[in-house]
């Protein structure tokens, strides 16, 4: 290769990924960490680690001088920018080419043809590509914004032109709507990529978000990978992806691998890209029809700023969209390309048996090709899930702090791609993902019923998680019949969304026995003095002692009978323990006759009991603690996330109204407005713009009139 050591700039377990791979391939590799990342497991894991810069990622990860700086002092002669951050940006991979350091993606003229949606959308739309009704252009005024809106029509998706990874996009159902929903999106795509340009599109109530993978050299060869089914998302990020889509006929596969390859050329495309459709899937099973032998015609070639652009996969204006005159109502859109690594790039892998990061870095350093299209072909099926940090329950807001039991399934057919290890803590600062878990099977099903029982085997306590929603998922029989589309979530809420339900029995033990095993131990001066106790030591008889745990909102009271074998009495019933055993903080223990494995995790008065994959967290209610005050959150303001406060809106004594803007928060690159929870008057402001702040902290207190 024409380099022989790379940088990483990126975090996480897209970091640890190409980190992999570099070392395998005999690479010395490089990481580079913010303040928040010092102990970070990329770090860890690479031959070498320099410091950048403070945590917020304006301040490090996407300061273009610091990484630049960070590969010249460690001898780094490539760069990887892995995905988000910087992994789009033209004036980065500008700035490694006058610092003579090779930039693993694609030239810069690409990424800004690419990059930002709403030019690659013109250029889309000028070699007579169908493209979803929208507004791309330069002009960002308010006046003009609105001006289109109401031209495409309601419901508009507000998107960040230069985003990704969901940030930067928000919804806007009605004119109502608009001002707020572009104000977050500036917001958010400011912090997230240094880019507050915007653009608009028609709101598609159900479509279905279908990708192809394509590679290019430097000799002029261009190949797709086939297509991945992204359909199934939350806050418009993806949670679920799989390879191949399902229903997916060979005529299509050709028809939209050849518009994603057509694309690729006609813009000097080199290295990884992605191209994304949306196919209408209002009509189930329309995706399945099929198309007409024209569509692999692909005739017409257009011409945009003196580049020939063959981009069209028919004969026909009607299979410009990729289908025939039969099927009108099926076509696919683009959306925009993706000039780098997908974070679902391990489904593709997983089909076609390619390392896509050795590809990367083979391109990157001058050589063809690994594969011709004629030698890449599709062996079974792959699903990917994203295990992230997170609350479903309160509309997926980022959830941090130390990941205090973190466990990953393996097996046939499982790949796991994290960048946490048990220990670490999920900061603020960055994406929530904690990592991916991917099957492989011989088909769907296969591929569904692995993943399933790899979530059964996964296991997380300390951050909230969306565990629970991934296993709804995976077991759902609308996701067993592919029947995907972006609104999946939202239509099967209330299935996927339920609360847990009660603790069983066995986790409501385990915190008992946690608490048993944690009382004080005898005085040292006295050791067999009853007096040393701090348990159910009785003069005569045997002892007891009751528990008040709450689990939800349910307070259930129990008792401990600790005499020759121990009883408990649990909701249902009494139950007898025998064998147990501790480990740290792991429990064997025989529940009525039933062996159990658990690890009890306790925080104060909070036990995490993390049982047969789930995690029940239970509050243990101390008689002896003091009390609280007692107030009620009536008209206090509430941080519902760990973050930092950007904007008051409000001063102390202004007069507000139910549902006013009080103040925005961001945490991991979302941005939120707080409003009042009723009219009054604002009696005390409880923080200032950048201040940070943790979960549940009073913001702001509203007191009625009067």
Not at 575 to 603: I, K, M, P, S, Y
Request: charged content about 25%; proline content about 6%.
């Amino acid at each position: 290769m024409s380099f022989s050591s790379l940088l990483v700039a990126n975090r996480g377990e897209i970091a640890c990924r190409v980190i992999r791979t570099a070392r395998r391939m005999g690479l010395r590799t490089v990481a580079v960490f913010s303040d928040a990342d010092a102990q970070a497991m990329h770090v860890a894991m690479a031959d070498t680690a320099i410091r950048i810069g403070p945590a917020p990622a304006r301040e490090s990860y996407l300061d273009i001088p610091a990484i630049i700086a960070a590969a010249r002092a460690t001898g780094a002669e490539a760069i990887h920018p892995g995905y988000g951050f910087l992994s789009e940006n033209a004036d980065f991979a500008e700035a490694c080419a006058e610092a003579g350091i090779t930039f693993v993606g694609p030239p810069p003229a690409a990424i800004r043809a690419m990059g930002s949606k709403a030019a690659a959308k013109a250029l889309m739309e000028r070699a007579g590509v169908p493209l979803v009704p929208g507004y791309h252009g330069e002009d960002q005024s308010e006046a003009t914004l609105r001006r289109e809106a109401a031209r495409i029509g309601f419901p508009i998706l507000v998107k960040a032109s230069a985003g990704g990874g969901g940030k930067g996009m928000k919804v806007a159902r009605d004119a109502g709507e608009l001002d707020a929903a572009l104000d977050l999106a500036r917001g958010e795509a400011r912090a997230a990529f240094g880019d507050d340009r915007l653009l608009l599109e028609r709101y598609l109530t159900k479509p279905r978000h279908i990708e192809i993978q394509v590679f290019a050299d430097s000799h002029g060869n261009v190949v797709h990978l086939f297509e991945r089914d992204c359909s199934i998302q939350r806050r418009h990020q993806k949670v679920v992806e799989e390879a191949p889509a399902p229903g997916m006929t060979p005529g299509r596969r050709a028809a939209m691998g050849k518009a994603a390859c057509d694309a690729a050329r006609a813009i000097g495309y080199v290295g990884a890209g992605t191209v994304e459709f949306i196919v209408d899937a209002g009509v189930a099973g329309r995706v399945d029809a099929g198309v007409a032998g024209r569509v692999d015609a692909g005739v017409a070639v257009s011409v945009h700023a003196g580049v020939a652009v063959s981009v069209h996969a028919g004969a026909a204006a009607d299979v410009h969209a990729g289908v025939a005159d039969d099927d009108p109502g099926d076509a696919f859109h683009f959306m925009e390309m993706n000039t780098r690594l997908q974070v679902e790039h391990p489904v593709t892998e997983a089909i076609t048996g390619q390392d896509l990061v050795e590809w990367q870095l083979r391109v990157a350093a001058g050589e063809p090709l690994p594969l011709r299209q004629d030698q890449l072909s599709i062996t079974g099926h792959a699903i990917e899930v994203r295990l992230y940090a997170e609350d479903p329950t309160r509309d997926f807001a980022p959830s941090v702090g130390r990941l205090a039991h973190l466990a990953f399934p393996a097996g046939e057919g499982i790949r796991v791609d994290a960048g946490v290890r048990q220990g670490d803590a999920i900061p603020i600062h960055y994406d929530p993902m904690v990592a991916k878990v991917i099957a492989h099977g011989p088909d769907r099903e296969a591929a569904r019923r692995r993943l399933a029982r790899a979530l059964d085997a996964t296991a997380i306590a300390g951050p909230r998680s969306n565990l629970p929603l991934l296993r709804a998922i995976v077991a759902h029989p609308g996701f067993a019949a592919a029947g995907l589309d972006t609104g999946f979530i939202a239509r099967h809420g209330d299935a996927l969304l339920a609360p847990a339900g009660a603790a069983p029995r066995a986790a409501l033990a385990a915190a008992l026995l946690r608490l048993l095993h944690d009382a004080p131990h005898p005085d040292a001066a006295d050791p067999h003095s009853p007096w040393g106790f701090a348990t159910a030591w009785r003069l005569n008889g045997e002892g007891w002692q009751d528990f008040a745990l709450l689990d939800g909102e349910a307070t259930l009271t129990m008792r401990a009978h600790l005499g020759a074998r121990l009883r408990l009495d649990l909701p249902g019933g009494p139950a007898e323990v025998t064998g147990t055993a501790w480990a740290g903080e792991e429990l064997n223990f025989t529940l009525d006759g039933v062996a159990r494995r658990a690890r009890v995790l306790r925080d104060g008065g909070t036990l995490s009991v993390v049982l047969a994959g789930a995690t029940w967290e239970l509050r243990h209610l101390d008689p002896r603690a003091p009390s609280g005050t007692g107030e009620s959150a009536g008209g206090r303001v509430l941080a519902p996330m760990p973050g930092r406060v950007l904007q008051l809106m409000v001063a102390e004594g202004d007069a507000v109204a139910r549902g006013a803007v009080l103040l925005v928060l961001e945490a991991m690159k979302v941005q939120m407005r707080l409003t009042a929870p009723a009219e009054g008057r604002v009696a005390a402001i409880r923080c200032r713009a950048g201040d940070l702040v943790e979960d549940g902290t009073e913001l702001v207190l509203i007191e009625p009139d009067g």
